[in-house]
């Protein structure tokens, strides 16, 4: 079965510093991974996706991911903290179901604050 | 944002009721699915159709049965509601045309006392 772990519950770092949230999958085969975000009392919202293209994944408000197959992770970075980026993360692969339904095996959550 | 509303958005219940959580989709999308998320376990799939009618279990679907008899709705009934069912139950839809993005529901936050 696949599996996701993310390294650190909790993450701080200061406004304007580098922002790197980690991310570790086990697939037997080439997954499909994303990265969500989910806002205090909101749904996820997808930040970006890797699907076997690039391997340097860019995805909205300024974060990107790198796929690393020989160390199986898909990490998450944005150069520059910004106060609108605390919220909590989360990591997923995905899986094929019957008929085609994705299976979205998650991570447990990293909790990024940023400081002023 | 995918056109994706749960009813209620927030429930408290006494153990060993019924619960039924809906969730309505406009955006006519094949798969839905019901999650829990719970601290330090991420979302967990409990659910999942790929049609109507058409529902099969996900990794934590004991205590859980749903039902889909239109494209657009998706229920999730808990029969005998337990304290261990306290939780934020997410929705979430996703199509070919979607490729593998699933798009998530506000969510229902339970809590059975």
């Known amino acids: 079965a696949q599996s996701v772990t993310q390294l650190g519950s909790h993450v701080s770092v200061s406004e304007g510093a580098l922002v790197l949230l980690r991310c570790n999958y086990s697939?037997?085969?080439?997954?499909?991974l994303f990265w969500y975000v989910q806002y205090p009392n909101q749904g996820l919202q997808l930040l970006l996706k890797?699907?076997?293209?690039?391997?340097l994944v860019k995805g909205i408000n300024g974060f990107e991911a790198e796929f690393k197959k020989s160390e199986t992770s898909f990490h998450l970075t944005k150069p520059s903290a910004h106060m609108s980026d605390a919220a909590e993360y989360f990591c997923?692969?995905?899986?094929?179901?019957?008929?085609?339904?994705?299976?979205?095996?998650f991570g447990q959550g990293t909790r990024l604050t940023i400081n002023p | 944002d995918a056109g994706i509303t749960q009813s209620p958005r927030h429930k408290v219940t006494e153990t060993g009721t019924p619960v039924t959580l809906r969730c309505h989709q406009t955006?006519?999308?094949?798969?839905m699915y019901w999650y829990r998320q719970d601290p330090g376990h991420g979302l967990r799939l409990i659910h999942y159709s790929y049609g109507v009618k058409d529902t099969d279990k996900g990794e934590v679907s004991d205590g859980y049965s749903v039902s889909r008899s239109k494209t657009e709705d998706f229920l999730l009934t808990l029969e005998s509601a337990t304290s261990s069912q306290t939780s934020v139950y997410f929705c979430?839809?996703?199509?070919?045309?979607?490729?593998?993005?699933?798009?998530f529901g506000p969510g229902t936050r339970l809590t059975v006392t």
């Open positions: 697939s037997s085969v080439p997954p499909y």
């Open positions: 997923a692969v995905s899986d094929r179901y019957r008929q085609g339904a994705q299976k979205l095996v």
């Open positions: 979430a839809i996703s199509d070919a045309t979607t490729a593998y993005e699933q798009y």
């Open positions: 890797y699907t076997s293209a690039a391997t």
């Open positions: 955006e006519n999308h094949r798969y």
